[in-house]
Every structure is written in C-alpha cells, then in structure tokens.
T-cell receptor, first 113, second 113 residues
C-alpha cells in the first residue's frame, strides 16, 4: 500500500459526459501528479501540482483540467469524453524534496462507451 | 528530457539473477535514474533510484557507470511474483523543473518455474 488513495476504482460513462477523479496524497506529501495509461500510449504524464499550484504540464488535453485543494487532495476533471479517453488514470504523490520519489495510487479505470 | 531504451521483454527462471539494462545517452547532469515495477492494472511501484556508481536496497541493486549513459537494474534470485513490467526513468530533481517523469515502453519480465 503506497498510501495514495484514488476514487472511484472504476468509472463507466458515455461519450460527451464529464467525470471527476479524486486523489488523496500520502500524508505529508505536497506534490501530486496525474498520469494516463492506455494500451496504445503507455504511461503518460499529464500534470503536476505542488502545494496548490500547477508546477509542470505534460500532454494534457484542453478538455482535461486538474486542481489541488488546500487540504492537498487533487481532482482531475475530464469533459466531453471520447472513446479514446478510456484508460487507467493514476495519481502519484511525493514530498517534493531534492530527490523526488513518486508513490503511485491504485488508479481509476475509466471506460467511455 | 532524456529518452530511455530498454529491452521489450525478458524471460528468466525462479532463483536466477536478472539484469535489465537501460540506455539513456542524453542524460543531463541533474538527472536521476529511477526504476519502477508495475503489475497489471496496478500503479507503478518505486524500486530503486540512483545518480552514479552503485545503489543497493533490500530488493534490488542499481549499477550506473561513470558516463551515466546506461544503468542496470539487478534483481537477485527472482521468484514468480517478480513477473511484471519494469520501467527505467530519467528525470530532473523536483526543484528544477518539477518531478516530471517520462515512462518508456518498459521491460516485461516473465519468470518461469
């Protein structure tokens, strides 16, 4: 158990809909990262937040957005969903020190029908 | 960001030592080398991290030559439960550009009885 929790575990929705994925980092970790893993793309970095502020951005679509709240939990919002958005979405957290080890949550499996 | 190249798959037998080599010719001065393990439908799990020479922990060793253009993950006496995908990552420390990690294809290790 990494200490990172993600909800929900599974999510099934239809194209065009909007969903919110939630992540609670390990106790004391200030940094949260979001990754997407699909069969054809592998594990892709989406975005990082540190203590409430966006710090790094990867290949995140404009239809996707994220935020980190004062209690340090984070939410990833996916809108106008397409079939190709079906994937595993992982959240990771780290303390944010000089050597930044990331600890991953169990993931949310999103299926868009 | 440095690109990594590692074998797509490897086979081994229980009790053997497994060495997985990763090449990262464009590694930058500030980059650390990190290895993760991932089981199907689970989040990646941190194994080991190093900057140069040799690092050892309770599960693995990491060998990094002086030029740092490659690294080797060594798993002593593997068991069936070590069957997983292993990712080699090269990333910058947190305080430079955020902890963005780039995951390559990974190496699918299959351990047979």
């Amino acid at each position: 158990d990494s200490g990172v929790t993600q909800t929900p575990k599974h999510l099934i929705t239809a194209t065009g809909q909007r969903v919110t994925l939630r992540c609670s980092p390990r106790s004391g970790d200030l940094s949260v990262y979001w990754y997407q893993q699909s069969l054809d793309q592998g594990l892709q970095f989406l975005i990082q937040y540190y203590n409430g502020e966006e710090r790094a951005k990867g290949n995140i679509l404009e239809r996707f957005s994220a935020q980190q709240f004062p209690d340090l939990h984070s939410e990833l919002n996916l809108s106008s969903l397409e079939l190709g958005d079906s994937a595993l979405y992982f959240c990771a957290s780290s303390a944010g020190g000089a050597v930044d080890t990331q600890y991953f949550g169990p993931g949310t499996r999103l299926t868009v029908l | 960001l440095a690109k990594t190249t590692q074998p797509i798959s490897m086979d081994s037998y229980e009790g053997q030592e497994v060495n997985i080599t990763c090449s990262h010719n464009n590694i930058a001065t500030n980059d650390y080398i990190t290895w993760y393990q991932q089981f199907p439908s689970q989040g990646p799990r941190f194994i080991i991290q190093g900057y140069k020479t040799k690092v050892t922990n309770e599960v693995a060793s990491l060998f990094i030559p002086a030029d740092r253009k490659s690294s080797t993950l060594s798993l002593p006496r593997v068991s069936l439960s070590d069957t997983a995908v292993y990712y080699c990552l090269v990333g910058v420390p947190f305080y430079n550009q955020g902890g963005k990690l780039i995951f390559g294809q990974g190496t699918e290790l299959s351990v047979k009885p």
